[in-house]
């Protein structure tokens, strides 16, 4: 069953981030592996920072870029991100919701469901969500969403021994 686009709440934006972002962006993605180290195992630096290439995060604020990253907020603020890239998969080239995260104060307001309706259905043809299998949490909000969101199709991936993926076709039904 799909559900008609509906329109966000008044109070998110979900807009493109942009090169004046890129410190912004790097900041909420440490908090973004801080909490990730509760299936990723990741460490500190010893800069007391996670692996986090500068030069990688400013490719996602490029204005023409292939990969892009979107900015969430509430009311004004600073809520969360999600990383847009295109990947190869299979014979081609496929777009992945790459990471999606929202701030735990924001989380179950329908933010991050929000964002999915307003960036995948922007883009043609067929997306990859891939979840970390130790990622519990993510999987369980994945495997809701995608039976509300209105895509045409949602298809188990290919068996990956770190993640599970879902194939979605993100042409929105008339």
């Known amino acids: 069953m799909t559900v008609p686009l509906q329109p966000a709440d008044s109070r998110f934006g979900i807009e493109r981030a942009t090169r004046a972002d890129q410190a912004l962006l790097f900041r909420m993605l440490q908090f973004y592996y801080f909490e990730a180290t509760q299936w990723s195992g990741e460490d ?22 292939v990969d892009a990253a979107w900015l969430l907020t509430v ?21 992945e919701l790459a990471h999606l995260f929202v701030m735990p104060k924001y989380r179950r307001l329908g933010l991050a469901e929000a964002a999915t309706r307003k960036i995948v259905p922007g883009h043609a043809g067929p997306w990859l969500i891939a ?4 990622d519990e949490h993510a999987l369980r909000y994945w495997q ?9 199709s949602v298809q188990p991936g290919p068996h990956h021994e770190v993640f599970h993926q879902f194939i979605i076709n993100g042409d929105v039904p008339d």
């Open 75 to 95: 009311d004004g603020q600073a809520a969360g991100f999600v990383l847009v890239e295109s990947i190869p998969f299979e014979s081609g080239q496929i777009r």
């Open 144 to 152: 809701g969403a995608l039976t509300r969101l209105p895509f045409r």
């Open 131 to 134: 979840v970390f299998r130790k």
């Open 44 to 65: 500190l630096l010893n800069t007391g920072l996670y692996e986090c290439d500068p030069a990688g995060v400013a490719s996602y604020c490029e204005p023409d870029g």
